[in-house]
C-alpha cells in the first residue's frame, strides 16, 4: 500500500510554456501534499505543502505564481509551472501522506522537466 | 533553523556492513526517516524511527538514535551491490509537517 504515483516522469518543453504534473495516491487519501525540487547531487528542497481544499503554502523564496499548485482532491495534486525558463528546469518530486501524527510520507517517482 | 548534516560519500565492499551517520539539532524531532534514492528515481521509504525508541531493525537495516547526541545512524547488514544508491536522513516533529532532508550520503558498494 501507499503508492504514489507521478505523471509525466518526464517532460521537455520550450521556454514561455505551461508544465502541468500531476501528483496521485493511489490507494489511500492524502489529506496533505508536498511538492519538492532537487537539482542534479543535491538534497531535496521543500517547495510547497498543500492541503486539500485549501490554498498551499508556500515555502520562502518560492513564487506562487510560477508554481501553481492545487489539491482538488484527497488523491490527486498538481503542480503547474507558468512561463517556464531554462532555469526551471530540474526534477520535481511529490510527496504525500494519510495523515495523523504518526504518519509517513511516500513519495511519487519524480518528474523531470526540461526546458529548453 | 533546522538542520540534517550527514557526509557525502562512502564506499564499501560487498559484503560488509555499512553505517551511514546523520545528525541533526532540532530537539523536537519526533520522527526519524532514512529514505533511499536510485539514480533518476524517486525516494523510497526504508524505515523510520520515533524518537521513544533508541534501535530498530528491519531485516538487513538496523536504525540506531541517541537523542541526546542527536545522532542517528543506518546500518546495512551483508551491503550488496543493489544497495548502491543515496540514502537521505530526514527528521520532522509532527505529522503533516515537512520533512527536513540531509543532503545526501552517496553509497558505493565495491563488488
Known amino acids: 500500500g501507499a503508492v504514489v504515483s507521478q505523471h509525466p516522469s518526464r517532460v521537455i518543453c520550450k521556454s514561455g510554456t505551461s508544465v502541468k504534473i500531476e501528483c496521485r495516491s493511489l490507494d489511500f487519501q492524502a489529506t496533505t501534499m508536498f511538492w519538492y525540487r532537487q537539482f542534479p547531487k543535491q538534497s531535496l528542497m521543500l517547495m510547497a505543502t498543500s492541503n486539500e481544499g485549501s490554498k498551499a503554502t508556500y515555502e520562502q523564496g518560492v513564487e506562487k505564481d510560477k508554481f501553481l499548485i492545487n489539491h482538488a482532491s484527497l488523491t490527486l495534486s498538481t503542480l503547474t509551472v507558468t512561463s517556464a525558463h531554462p532555469e526551471d528546469s530540474s526534477f520535481y518530486i511529490c510527496?504525500?501522506?494519510?495523515?495523523?501524527?504518526?504518519?509517513?510520507?511516500?513519495f511519487g517517482p519524480g518528474t523531470r522537466l526540461t526546458v529548453l | 533553523g533546522e538542520d540534517v548534516e550527514q557526509s557525502l560519500f562512502l564506499s564499501v565492499r560487498e559484503g560488509d556492513s555499512s553505517v551511514i551517520n546523520c545528525t541533526y539539532t532540532d530537539s523536537s524531532s519526533t520522527y526519524l526517516y532514512w529514505y533511499k534514492q536510485e539514480p533518476g528515481a524517486g525516494l523510497q521509504l526504508l524505515t523510520y524511527?520515533?524518537?521513544?525508541?533508541d534501535m530498530k531493525q528491519d531485516q538487513r537495516l538496523t536504525v540506531l538514535l541517541n537523542k541526546k547526541d542527536k545522532h542517528l545512524s543506518l546500518r546495512i547488514a551483508d551491503t550488496q551491490t543493489g544497495d548502491s544508491a543515496i540514502y537521505f536522513c530526514a527528521e520532522r516533529d509532527s505529522g503533516n509537517t515537512p520533512l527536513v532532508f540531509g543532503k545526501g550520503t552517496r553509497l558505493s558498494v565495491i563488488a
Open positions: 524511527i520515533f524518537s521513544n525508541m
Open positions: 510527496s504525500a501522506e494519510r495523515g495523523g501524527s504518526t504518519d509517513t510520507q511516500y
